[in-house]
T-cell receptor
Framework: KQEVTQIPAALSVPEGENLVLNCSFT??????LQWFRQDPGKGLTSLLL?????REQTSGRLNASLDKSSGRSTLYIAASQPGDSATYLC?????????????FGKGTKLSVIP | NAGVTQTPKFRILKIGQSMTLQCTQD?????MYWYRQDPGMGLKLIYY???????DKGEVPNGYNVSRSTTEDFPLRLELAAPSQTSVYFC?????????FGPGTRLTVL
């Protein structure tokens, strides 16, 4: 069974810092990996999706990388802002559960202090 | 284009009661999903559907039922509510791999 782990569970940084969120997984036979953002009391918003054949994806100040061989993905946030405060979840689809079923980590709660 | 909508936003049930959580999407997506999220946990898949008339169990299907009579709607049914079903329920839809989520329904069973 796939296990998805996100470390740290919570992170607090001052505004303007660059930061990295980590996601690790146990079964490397994945189809894709997504990073989501969840604001309190809200649904999830997909930030970046990396296909199995890709190494990274970028969107604005966000960069996500994928290393299947080591079972790791990172989400890099440049020049953090208070508006980045949210919980970030990684989720992946893997062959053991079907290409359209996502397995989620528990998330990292990010606080950016002004 | 409303995306994925869910009703109700909040609900309190007594043990043994039944209810249906509604989910509608207007993006003509074939794939639809129901997840539950418990405090401090990631989302767990309850049921999913790959098209009208086709549904299948996810990781935690016990105590729930679904139907998919149209492309747009994917209701989730709780027949005999139990305290263990207290959670936030999210519906999602997708055309391919990127899933779009609704705002969630917060359910409390007392």
């Amino acid at each position: 069974k796939q296990e998805v782990t996100q470390i740290p569970a919570a992170l607090s940084v001052p505004e303007g810092e660059n930061l990295v969120l980590n996601c690790s997984f146990t079964d490397s036979a994945i189809y894709n990996l997504q990073w989501f953002r969840q604001d309190p009391g809200k649904g999830l918003t997909s930030l970046l999706l990396i296909q199995s054949s890709q190494r990274e994806q970028t969107s604005g100040r966000l960069n996500a990388s994928l290393d299947k061989s080591s079972g790791r993905s990172t989400l890099y946030i440049a020049a953090s802002q208070p508006g980045d405060s949210a919980t970030y979840l990684c989720a992946l689809a893997y062959s053991g559960a079907g290409s359209y079923q996502l397995t989620f980590g528990k998330g990292t709660k990010l606080s950016v202090i002004p | 284009n409303a995306g994925v909508t869910q009703t109700p936003k909040f609900r309190i049930l007594k043990i043994g009661q039944s209810m249906t959580l509604q989910c509608t999407q207007d993006m003509n997506h074939n794939y639809m999903y129901w997840y539950r999220q418990d405090p401090g946990m990631g989302l767990k898949l309850i049921y999913y559907s790959v098209g009208a008339g086709i549904t299948d169990k996810g990781e935690v299907p016990n105590g729930y039922n679904v139907s998919r009579s149209t492309t747009e709607d994917f209701p989730l049914r709780l027949e005999l509510a139990a305290p263990s079903q207290t959670s936030v329920y999210f519906c999602a839809s997708s055309a391919t791999t990127r899933e779009f989520f609704g705002p969630g329904t917060r359910l409390t069973v007392l």
